[in-house]
């Protein structure tokens, strides 16, 4: 902890000397990263050059802990398969290696050209760009197809129903007409000694393991730290994790049953009058309708259905209802089903009951940090409604939600429908930034690998050589890793700076590219002179930030934390009309919801099958007896980033999947067997991992495995069919709201492979 170092060495300045080092306090978010955004301290020589990386003592985000990725940082800025000239090659050597280097003047003349081929022959609607997942790297390419290009649509790697994080934040708002997160002291720098805070009694932990896995700004950690402090945990997964093996309780569920046990523990909770009379009574909307609903769910039925004693249903309402202050931390697991809204309902009303909505260490109300979504909006404002005009998947045939604009992008499945049917309109362009959909996060990768090779144009902008961009892409730039960008951390609080330290041949920051770019096309919308002056602006124009601060200041802070306030729905600090209560149509939590009865969709939470299950598909699951889970985490790698790195490799070198040793038996598979994953969609090829912490029946696979050490040209894109998890998931099975897809809750078979 912080008050064990020597502050003599690590000292609070934002840039200081060390012996011939520079160290400098920052922030390493992306790329390559994950979503956190942890303190640091880069040392560099006197050549500029990147000597290590330690993490930074004096920060009370992180107190100097740092995950292997990020201590692998000089392995991966200096990596001899990095990528760090633009590179072309003609259309016609697709999926071969044979680039051209050429200078970055020539590499925007060519994106432009491509962009006015694309414009003049099917409209600037055809263009598409992609970023990757939620970092310091997801806004910059759609600001720049919105203003630059004349496009609304952009994407996060086509992803299936958008199912990551997006149907958790669409039924918060629809709920509680806000964004919710987990209280673990997070939000004052003061921490554990911030008076007004107090640690939770108890982590409702669901579909998540986030000491492994740091999703949308949350540091796994802090519960460590509030753990340490008493905090006591109720943990459900299908696995054992080492949260749930530290767990006062633990419920091993069966993928895609969430929503059954959480509406059986809603059940209990109200037949037992266990729940918070005063907030449900004072505070919610749709109580009498949402306990007609959970009558149906009793512990029996949720029990056969989740594979849970019936008698543990009970044990965990009374658990959670008794504990005191509670408070939710959920995952992406969730999201992964067709039926995501509903399952976020159904969990969040667990917590609703408990009555600790935005009270401290409670599950608060957290608007402030999206610095990415207030550029985008300065944009689109300055770009007027036109700028969402025509998005593919607005026109009401993806989904209620999507249907009446609450998309934060075009809708996967309908850029797919139209690169392949033409309708409503062709895509023929794709700009892709951090993205490597058929790798990593798209459902069907072989459809959408044969997609992409049919564009007319494609820009790749990463780190490495990709499988996609080896595939499809005319146009190679490459970015800058986060130690050579300038940039603020906003994903959150708090606000923390992200500053350059060193540069790396000609790669160049998303922030530059897309400046440099939108000058060009659009001078009078990318007015700024440099990179700085529009982070200048960004700190300054943040809607959703209640501070006003200046680039250097931020800089010399490192990290400034924005004040505060618990229970705002009490004081009118929730509503946009400054009245009581919350952001909802009803002016309440809504246990009922407006928003989606209005838009056709069920306002109640509910349970329902997986397309694909033991119960909704009996017969295929006679030929497919196990349930899938796909997504599974892993320390050295985040997605499909880092296995280049043979300091990662060597602590996991294959792809694997984990699996109960009674279903290996039952497979003839050993562990450590290369074993076939196989169902009705496809199959891949991974490692097993026999280990009796997984639930029986279940299997959980790896995702975004390719081989950067195998041959990069077709066919074997460096290994990228061999171990493709997502030849057995799919594309298209939304739920009503237009979100949510079943990589959680496919079925399969498992046998040896030859």
């Not at 987990?182 to 008076?195: H, I, V």
């Not at 950690?221 to 633990?250: N, Y």
């Not at 992964?336 to 009555?355: C, D, E, F, M, R």
């Not at 459809?447 to 790749?460: G, I, S």
Request: charged letters at 25%; a negative charge.
């Amino acid at each position: 902890m912080r008050e064990c170092f020597d502050p003599n060495v690590y000292k609070k300045d934002w840039q200081y000397q060390e012996g011939d080092l520079t160290v400098t306090r920052t922030c390493q978010w992306s790329a390559p990263g994950c979503h956190q955004g942890c303190s640091v301290l880069f040392y560099t020589d006197k050549d500029g050059k990147l000597v290590k990386i330690e993490g930074d003592p004096n920060s009370a985000v992180t107190d100097g802990r740092l995950c292997m990725r990020c201590l692998a940082m000089v392995e991966a800025v200096y990596h001899p398969d990095r990528i760090i000239h633009p590179m072309k090659r003609a259309k016609e050597d697709r999926g071969f290696d044979k680039w051209e280097q050429i200078t970055m003047d020539e590499a925007y003349d060519l994106v432009i050209e491509m962009v006015n081929d694309t414009t003049e022959k099917y409209g600037a609607k055809s263009i598409c760009t992609g970023a990757g997942t939620g970092r310091n790297a997801t806004w910059q390419s759609n600001v720049l197809g919105h203003g630059g290009f004349g496009t609304p649509n952009d994407n996060a790697g086509l992803l299936a129903g958008n199912c990551c994080y997006t149907p958790r934040m669409q039924a918060m708002n629809a709920l509680f007409g806000s964004t919710f997160i987990a209280d673990c002291g997070q939000l004052n720098e003061k921490r554990f000694d911030e008076p007004e805070y107090r640690r939770p009694d108890l982590f409702i932990i669901w579909g998540n393991n986030p000491v492994r896995a740091n999703a949308d700004g949350f540091y796994g950690h802090w519960i460590i730290d509030c753990m340490r402090r008493g905090s006591e945990l109720f943990v459900v997964d299908p696995q054992v994790t080492w949260l749930s093996a530290h767990a006062k309780m633990f419920l091993q569920v069966r993928p895609g049953s969430d929503a059954a046990l959480a509406l059986a523990i809603c059940n209990v909770m109200i037949e037992e009058d266990l729940y918070d009379h005063e907030f449900v009574e004072c505070w919610c909307y749709g109580f009498d309708e949402f306990k007609e609903r959970v009558k149906e769910y009793t512990p029996a039925m949720a029990a056969e259905l989740c594979w849970v004693s019936e008698e543990k249903i009970y044990e965990a309402a009374r658990l959670i209802a008794n504990a005191g202050v509670t408070t939710l931390q959920w995952g992406v697991a969730v999201d992964q089903t067709k039926w995501a809204n509903g399952t976020s309902q159904a969990i969040a009303s667990v917590q609703i009951l408990t009555g600790n909505i935005d009270n401290p260490g409670g599950f608060v109300a957290i608007d402030f940090g999206y610095v990415q979504s207030d550029i985008r909006e300065n944009v689109s404002k300055q770009l007027g409604p036109e700028v969402r005009k025509d998005r593919l998947g607005d026109d009401g045939n993806w989904g209620a939600l999507n249907a009446i604009g609450k998309g934060g992008h075009a809708v996967p499945e309908a850029i797919l429908h139209a690169a392949e049917t033409g309708e409503p309109y062709p895509v023929k362009m794709l700009f892709l930034c951090s993205t490597t959909a058929f790798t990593n996060m798209a459902g069907q990768a072989r459809r959408v690998y044969d997609v992409y090779k049919e564009m007319d144009h494609v820009v790749v902008c990463d780190l490495f050589m990709t499988p996609t961009a080896m595939a499809c892409a005319d146009l190679f730039i490459p970015m800058a890793m986060s130690c050579e960008r300038d940039g603020v951390r906003g994903w959150y609080t708090p606000l923390r700076s992200i500053v350059k330290v060193t540069q790396t041949g000609e790669a160049i920051g998303d922030e530059q590219m897309m400046l440099e770019l939108g000058k060009r096309m659009n001078p009078d919308l990318f007015y700024w002179d440099d990179v700085p002056e529009m982070l200048e602006f960004c700190t300054n124009n943040m809607a959703t930030v209640p501070i006003e601060v200046s680039l250097e200041e931020l800089r010399e802070k490192v990290i400034i934390y924005p004040k505060f306030e618990y229970n705002k729905f009490r004081t009118g600090k929730l509503r946009f009309d400054g009245e009581l209560g919350f952001n909802t149509i009803s002016g309440r939590v809504e246990l009922f919801c407006n928003m989606y009865n209005n838009v056709g969709m069920d306002p109640l939470p509910y349970h329902k099958e997986p397309p694909e299950s033991p119960y909704s598909t009996p017969e295929l699951f006679e030929q497919y007896p196990l349930v899938l889970t796909t997504g599974r985490r892993s320390w050295e790698f985040f997605h499909s980033e880092h296995r280049q790195l043979k300091s990662m490799r060597e602590f996991h070198p294959d792809p694997i999947f984990e699996i109960n040793p009674a279903d290996a038996e039952q497979a003839g598979i050993k562990e450590g067997d290369w074993a076939v994953l196989e169902n009705s969609h496809g199959s891949c090829k991974l490692r097993a991992h026999l280990t009796d912490t997984m639930l029986k029946g279940v299997v959980s696979a790896e995702h975004g495995w390719w081989f950067p050490e195998k041959d990069p040209e077709e066919p074997s894109l460096f290994g990228l069919w061999e171990s493709n998890i997502n030849c057995l998931t799919v594309q298209g099975d939304f739920g009503p709201s237009g979100y949510g897809s079943s990589y959680k809750t496919q079925l399969c078979k498992v046998y040896k492979a030859d």
